[in-house]
């Protein structure tokens, strides 16, 4: 049972465009939702972060939408460079446990210039 | 500040075999989470340890072991190797252990695991 879905495996964005990562959740008891970058041959980087009492999180060129009602969440890069190219890992954490993050499978994100 | 250092960065095991894994957290950091990652899977979390003690486990076999030392470095072995643990093997560490706040994992670069 995946509880953070990443429906889409990949994502090809003209350099310049916005690119939309999407997030599907189904349990709603996640409270903190987080974005991870990952390149080639590297761990995964943290990239922005949104909790369950925000609709919106902007950090320079990513925003982070939540919607509760959808369990949806989605990260928005304007505009989208060559060097974001990676895979982007969604993750959730239960409310009020010790438990673990749950990651989504990822999807990798091709910016073409 | 040195980064999370995952040793070894590459190796090939074959089936039957057992191997260890290691990492140094960041240096402050108490607590060390290992995940799997294999291509369609994402990352699927194995263990989580802080101050030596397993605060969590994942479900994977009881071929999966780990632990931790005092001076936080934690390894995980893998015994009796099968070719479906090839994988990425990635570890984080964090200040506080999962539950504790807004807690953001700082990952290593991984050891990738070849099983033949």
């Known amino acids: 049972d995946q509880q953070v879905k990443q429906n889409s495996p990949s994502l090809s964005v003209q350099e310049g465009r916005i690119s939309i990562l999407n997030c599907d959740y189904t349990?709603?008891?996640?409270?903190?939702f987080l974005w991870y970058k990952k390149y080639p041959a590297e761990g995964p980087t943290f990239l922005i972060s949104i909790s369950s009492i925000k609709d919106k999180n902007e950090d320079g060129r990513f925003t982070v939408f939540l919607n509760k009602s959808a369990k949806h969440l989605s990260l928005h890069i304007v505009p989208s460079q060559p060097g974001d190219s990676a895979v982007y890992f969604c993750?959730?954490?239960?409310?009020?446990?010790?438990?673990?993050?749950?990651f989504g499978k990822g999807t990798r994100l091709s910016v073409i210039a | 500040k040195a980064g999370v250092t995952q040793t070894p960065r590459y190796l090939i095991k074959t089936r039957g075999q057992q191997v260890t894994l290691s990492c140094s957290p960041i240096?402050?950091?108490?607590?060390v989470s290992w995940y799997q990652q294999t291509p369609g899977q994402g990352l699927q979390f194995l263990f989580e340890?802080?101050?030596?003690?397993?605060?969590n486990k994942g479900n994977f076999p009881g071929r999966f072991s780990g632990r931790q030392f005092s001076n936080s470095r934690s390894e995980m072995n893998v015994s009796t190797l099968e070719l479906g643990d090839s994988a990425l093997y990635l570890c984080?560490?964090?200040?506080?252990?999962f539950g504790a706040g807004a807690n953001v994992l700082t990952f290593g670069a991984g050891s990738r695991l070849t099983v033949l």
């Open positions: 349990n709603s008891m996640f409270d903190y």
């Open positions: 340890y802080f101050s030596e003690t397993q605060r």
């Open positions: 984080a560490s964090s200040l506080a252990p």
């Open positions: 240096s402050g950091h108490r607590s």
């Open positions: 993750a959730a954490r239960l409310e009020g446990g010790n438990t673990p993050l749950v």
